[in-house]
């Protein structure tokens, strides 16, 4: 299996600009979650989907941030325009059917994104 | 809303010594998870540990175990003849225990361990 995929690995941009990241997860996974880490705040949750439709998308931190998952095998995680504060390595992760315990997130290795 | 407290921010052991990272949480569930996850300088997240609420038996990996204490909310690693591979970040996370699905994880702020030679 080749494990949760995420494109670009890197990301260079100026402010304003669109911003579209891809996330692939493990075939067979019906959850998806986006996480974005920085030094101030860590990791946080921004978005999940389960079976393909978005659970919980408190941690989108402004309208400027939307994701999308228009099939089982691919999500985007968009900002438009974007923001020096956006700055981040941003992960996907994803999970089988949460059954017996089943419930461990597998993660991509990240997008890092640099907003000039 | 939970929280996940991690109070290290950076340890230091000799290599093949014990060491063990503390967390803590806050939460009013009943049915949760919690997972240690290793960030090694790669930043590839890998999942070390992980312990049902429910049960009351400590979870164990080879080397790398838990002290779970329900009531006191406290959720510690510890690493057993440590190696210098262990070197990287470790996350405590909470998962909610909800019917159906997933949910997200709630992470600490992460302790940065370095096993010396």
């Known amino acids: 299996d080749a494990g949760v995929i995420q494109s670009p690995r890197h990301e260079v941009t100026e402010m304003g600009q669109e911003v579209t990241l891809r996330c692939k997860p493990i075939s067979g996974h019906n959850s998806l979650f986006w996480y974005r880490q920085t030094m101030m705040r860590g990791l946080e949750l921004l978005i999940y989907?389960?079976?393909?439709?978005?659970?919980?998308d408190s941690g989108m931190p402004e309208d400027r941030f939307s994701a999308k998952m228009p099939n089982a095998s691919f999500s985007t995680l968009k900002i438009q325009p974007s923001e020096p504060r956006d700055s981040a390595v941003y992960f996907c992760?994803?999970?089988?059917?949460?059954?017996?315990?089943?419930?461990?997130?597998?993660f991509g290795p990240g997008t890092r994104l640099t907003v000039l | 809303a939970q929280t996940v407290t991690q109070s290290q921010p950076e340890m230091s052991v000799q290599e093949a010594e014990t060491v063990t990272l503390s967390c803590t949480y806050d939460?009013?569930?009943?049915?949760?998870?919690l997972f240690w996850y290793k960030q090694p300088p790669s930043r590839q997240m890998i999942l070390v540990i992980r312990q049902e609420a429910y049960k009351q038996q400590n979870a164990t990996e080879n080397r790398f175990s838990v002290n779970f204490q329900k009531a006191a909310k406290s959720f510690s690693l510890k690493i057993s003849d440590s190696q210098l591979g262990d070197t990287a970040m470790y996350f405590c996370a909470f998962m909610k225990g909800s019917g159906g699905g997933a949910d997200g994880l709630t992470f600490g702020k992460g302790t940065h361990l370095i096993i010396q030679p």
């Open positions: 992760a994803s999970s089988p059917e949460r059954l017996a315990g089943d419930n461990e997130q597998f």
């Open positions: 989907f389960n079976n393909n439709v978005p659970i919980d």
């Open positions: 939460t009013s569930e009943n049915n949760y998870y």
